[in-house]
């Protein structure tokens, strides 16, 4: 059975960091592209970051210099360490594994920035 469970969301003052963490099981872990994915209230999903099998990484433009994934293949968790919070980042984070038709979510953790 897979599973991917996201953490570390909260409460946090805009200028504030969160580390989210998504722990996955039930899937080679190495071998799947991994990406954070947020959707806001009354807006459409979007992709935050991803990072490739081989650790490569792309960013929205909207998070780019401020939010930072990273994988530890060991523990078979991927992080996303957001630094500069801005209200416009609150929303529901999820994780998401793919690799090729595989395809799976984590529930997601509400991030709440505040003025």
């Known amino acids: 059975q897979v599973q991917l469970v996201e953490s570390g969301g909260g409460l946090v003052q805009a200028g504030g960091s969160l580390r989210l963490s998504c722990s996955a099981s039930?899937?080679?872990?190495?071998?799947?592209?991994m990406g954070w994915y947020r959707q806001a209230p009354g807006k459409q999903r979007e992709q935050v970051a991803l990072?490739?099998?081989?650790?490569?990484?792309n960013y929205a433009d909207s998070v780019k210099g401020r939010f930072t994934i990273s994988r530890d293949n060991a523990k078979n968790t991927v992080y996303l360490q957001m630094n500069s919070l801005k209200p416009e980042d609150t929303a529901v984070y999820y994780c998401?594994?793919?690799?090729?038709?595989?395809?799976?979510w984590g529930q997601g953790t509400q991030v709440t920035v505040s003025s």
């Open positions: 998401r594994g793919t690799r090729w038709s595989y395809d799976y």
């Open positions: 990072i490739t099998s081989g650790g490569s990484t």
């Open positions: 039930g899937i080679r872990f190495s071998n799947y592209y």
